[in-house]
């Protein structure tokens, strides 16, 4: 577990209960050890202890709860959902969590401005729901859709499946309600669909991952729902095929509303754990197309006829709204169904060498160096991905009961981002940097870490906001830093 | 006869494996009731595997929140239809229970009092015992030898006595020789799901050694809980059981896809059918209740929004929830009886009647006007 280095040095836990609770309301403040147990985790693999965790439930709140931070220098960690799983939602040095999920209003909707407000704490799901009753949608869709919040996603700068056509978080975010690390509330910018006055502070928080203030009011663009789907599901018996396929489909000038890839490991796994009954190739490409129901009959044909051309085992179409419910739910639990696979310590990963980005004309290079690397060191590593944008998630799979495979999986994940930065790419394409791969920052933005560094130094001169994240401090060196399982190897404990 | 000595209840460092699959991804969230009443993690179903895993590990101490919060759990199972990893939340959650017992921090006080009634009476109620069979008629004899057993629950047979009678009256008119079993005890649910596994043990084993001693060959319940318990539980305590058990809703389904039920009234109603989560997502029963809903002459069927595996719960949590924290049971209650008046229903049908109880007393604490009953009440209705 985490040792806290500079956390409330000078204040005792029941004065920091009392302050919060006064801010807040007695049940809205904990420094129970069950609750900070709990909140000692998110969807990492690390876990650090926080002193309190408080759920305010407005600006006001949380501002004076910033405010008072600073004055006494305990950091602070804006959490949502904590479905992320680089451990940006963790108390890296320990401090105040704030936990945005009572913040959950949808305060606007005004389709006639293409513009939807809400509270941090909405949960995407449930804003799409409300806005399909209008025939509208936002369209980032991460994997943890039915449990992360919007404002986790702006933090993050989420995406998901749909980001090929539809662009990412960054893409919708219109302006920001911030409360600053001296407690200061700012607005970003006017809601409005297009401004050009100055520098952009909104997308400048967006994917800061807490470290500039607490994001505490969004407001995004949303898009008219496509009325029709079409899908297909492409069989290779060679992973780096299926990804000369999809160069093939992005230079036909047909832009897929969703184009992944799972490996055969993955297929396995989701078929095993969901029922699915889906081939089990080597290489599956899942495609989707929406639109007007003539021209996604003629793109879902043309795709297939490429598949084919390019040496498809199989290809099998859709228009069934069911089918494509059922295969988008599959490539959904495609994560956690890996550890069904093996022996329950045998789990994937997702934090070491995943979620790379490269040029959609690199990723059968890239795929090819992933094959090699997994044969190098000897690690099962399933491989999924938004291939359509570049966007790859090669997951590896290891005891997490032994130390050798944790050291094994970190040099598989040093040699997957080189490889991805050589091929002119990037280490995180939607899951952030966090804890995880804030050790790897350098490998990509060497040259800019000091520029960062006198931003985040103007915004939280005290760095109190989310310290510990994206780099931007000493700590951490070492991306198994407070590693949850350690304890496995530490010689405490030993599984049943 | 089986060797009912053996005793197998798994404990909680039999799950330590089952918690490593967690990857705390928190897709839970999107489905756990209690989360989203108290929207804090302790109350969410990750929250409460952390809380286990610590618990077994001994990484935290034994805190009242903690002992709450591993008890705010309605043991519905939402979690584990929704978890991609597949773990089974629910019986870990059960296993905690039972670790806390272990180490004097468990059950909660009003649960240890229902449990004190167990023990006496052998209901939850602290009813006498010898009153058990008071709702049988008069004419009725139980016997020694019962191959068919009914076995009412002490929900039927202390608190809608009207839900035996119709299940005897039915089973008469299909000519179904059921016996009712002179020492019938309390399943067992309430110690089983407060932590009080030995309590529980020594309910299943009286229990079906009075169904040894009858030749007992087939067992009707008309209780999801006991109907879990039977089905599930006790085969886990004690091994391969020789007795079949069904539902009455399994039963009588058969009798209504033979056309074997003479149908005489009608009901004029809209109704819909809330999935009791011991019978639905705890056992996979969605579809015999339906069919007895659906051929009741005059009934007009509503689905709710979230029905079959992604029904609500009634927030009874097997009783002990309700035991534990009565007003919240209500409050979930309340919002199962307000979705049904969405789909404008006039009845709730539900094969349980615990949720049954929930509901009614929650629609009349928040002056919902909506009646509250069982398919069999309003099948036995029709016979007339």
């Known amino acids: 577990m985490c040792q806290h280095s500079n956390v409330v040095k000078m204040l005792s836990k029941e004065k920091l209960l009392e302050t919060l609770s006064a801010i807040t309301a007695p ?54 959902a904590a479905t992320g799983d680089m451990g940006g939602a963790l108390a890296i040095q320990g401090g105040i969590i704030v936990d945005l999920t009572r913040m959950s209003k949808i305060k606007e909707v005004r389709i006639e401005d293409l513009q939807v407000t809400v509270e941090p704490g909405v949960v995407f799901a449930q804003l799409n729901q409300e806005l399909s009753k209008y025939g509208f949608f936002f369209p980032p869709d991460p994997g943890s859709g039915d449990a992360c919040t919007i404002g986790g996603m702006v933090a993050c700068n989420a995406s ?144 297939s006829k490429i598949c084919r051309e ?106 997957i981002y080189r490889t991805a930065i050589e091929l002119g790419g990037s280490i995180a394409g939607e899951h952030a940097i966090g804890i995880t791969r804030a050790p790897f920052i350098e490998l990509e933005h060497a040259d800019l870490i000091e520029l960062w560094k006198r931003i985040k130094q103007a915004f939280d001169p005290n760095n109190i906001m989310n310290p510990g994240k ?10 198994l830093i407070f590693l949850a399982y350690a304890k496995y190897f530490e010689g405490k404990n030993k599984v049943a | 006869m ?9 404990l909680l460092s039999e799950y330590e494996r089952e918690m490593l699959c967690c ?52 043991t519905c199972g939402k979690c584990n239809v929704k978890c991609p990893s597949g773990i089974d939340v629910v019986e870990i959650i059960k296993a905690a229970r039972a670790e806390l017992v272990n180490k004097n921090a468990g059950p909660l006080p009003d649960q240890k009092l229902v449990d004190r009634h167990i023990q006496t009476e052998y209901n939850p109620f602290g009813k006498p015992a010898a009153k058990r069979l008071e709702w049988t008629p008069k004419a009725y004899k139980t016997s ?50 407060d932590g009080q596994i030995n309590l529980a043990t020594e309910l299943a084993k009286s229990n079906i050694e009075t169904f040894h001693a009858s030749n007992t060959q087939l067992i009707v319940t008309t209780c999801a809980g006991c109907y879990r318990t039977l089905k599930i539980d006790y085969p886990k305590m004690f091994g391969k ?95 199962r009886v307000e979705e049904a008046k969405r789909v404008g229903t006039e009845v709730i049908l539900t094969s349980c009647p615990m949720c049954m109880l929930n509901l009614s007393q929650a629609a009349r604490k928040a002056q919902i006007k909506i009646e509250v009953s069982d398919p069999i009440l309003l099948l036995a209705k029709t016979l007339e």
């Open chain 2, 23 to 74: 990857t705390t991804c928190g897709f839970c969230r999107a489905v756990c009731p209690t989360f989203n009443h108290f929207k804090q993690e302790s109350a969410n179903a990750r929250g409460k595997v952390l809380l286990s895993y610590g618990l077994l590990k001994n990484e935290i101490p034994i805190t009242p929140r903690m002992t709450e919060r591993l008890h705010t759990c309605l």
């Open chain 1, 470 to 479: 994206i780099g931007l401090d000493t700590i951490p060196k070492d991306p």
């Open chain 1, 310 to 415: 390019e040496g498809a085992v199989s290809v099998v179409c859709s228009d069934d709204p069911k089918e494509r419910e059922k295969l988008w739910a599959g490539r959904k639990a495609a994560y956690a169904a890996l550890i069904r696979l093996y022996k329950p310590q045998i789990r994937p990963v997702q934090a070491l060498g995943n979620d790379i980005v490269v040029p959609i004309s690199k990723v059968p290079s890239m795929l090819k160096s992933i094959q090699d690397i997994s044969r190098k060191h000897e690690i099962l590593i399933a491989t999924m991905g938004h291939i359509g944008d570049g966007n790859l998630h090669p997951t590896v799979m290891i005891d997490v009961t032994r130390k050798e495979d944790w050291e094994k999986a970190k040099a598989v994940a040093t040699e």
């Open chain 2, 144 to 193: 020694r030898n019962a191959e068919t057993v009914y076995f009412a629950g002490c929900m039927a047979s202390y608190w809608y006595p009207e839900i035996a009678q119709a299940t005897l009256k039915i089973f008469e008119h299909l000519g179904v020789k059921a016996t009712i079993l002179k020492n019938e005890r309390c399943c067992g649910i309430p110690p089983l799901w």
């Open chain 1, 27 to 80: 049940d809205r403040v904990s420094i129970d050890s069950a609750e900070l147990y709990c909140y000692s985790y998110d969807a990492s693999v690390h876990m650090c202890k926080p002193d309190a965790v408080v759920w305010p439930e407005n600006t006001e709140e949380i501002s004076r709860i910033v405010k008072f931070a600073n004055e006494d220098r305990i950091p602070v960690i804006p959490r949502g």
């Open chain 1, 160 to 303: 998901g499946l749909h980001a090929v056509k539809y662009g990412v978080t960054r893409d919708y975010v219109l302006s920001l309600e911030v409360v600053l690390a001296d407690g200061r509330i700012i607005r970003t910018g006017p809601k409005v669909l297009k401004t050009a006055t100055g520098y952009d502070l909104t997308r400048l928080f967006v994917g800061s991952e807490g470290t500039l203030g607490i994001i505490t009011e969004i407001t995004l663009r949303i898009r008219p729902l496509p009325r029709h789907f079409a899908t297909a599901v492409a069989t290779f018996d060679d992973l780096v095929k299926a990804g000369k396929a999809v160069s093939r489909i992005m230079e036909s000038g047909i832009v897929p509303a969703a184009l992944e890839i799972m490996d055969k490991l993955r297929i396995q796994a989701v078929n095993r754990v969901m029922n699915l009954a889906l081939p089990e190739a080597e290489g599956t490409l899942l495609i989707e197309v929406d639109g007007h129901p003539d021209a996604i009959n003629e793109e879902i044909n043309s795709i």
């Open chain 2, 2 to 10: 089986q060797n009912i000595s053996r005793e197998k209840t798994k």
């Open chain 2, 241 to 335: 059981v020789d007795y079949r058990v069904m539902h009455i809703t399994e039963f009588l389904s058969e009798f209504i896809n033979e056309n074997k039920i003479k149908f005489k009234g009608k009901i004029e109603k809209a109704a819909t059918y809330h999935d009791p989560c011991h019978l639905g997502r705890h056992m996979s029963v969605y579809e015999a209740p339906r069919t007895i809903i659906q051929n009741i002459p005059g009934l007009k069927f509503r689905e709710m929004e979230n029905n079959k595996k992604d029904a609500e719960c009634c927030g009874g949590g097997a009783g002990v929830f309700r035991t534990a924290f009565a007003n919240l049971a209500l409050t979930f209650g309340k919002s």
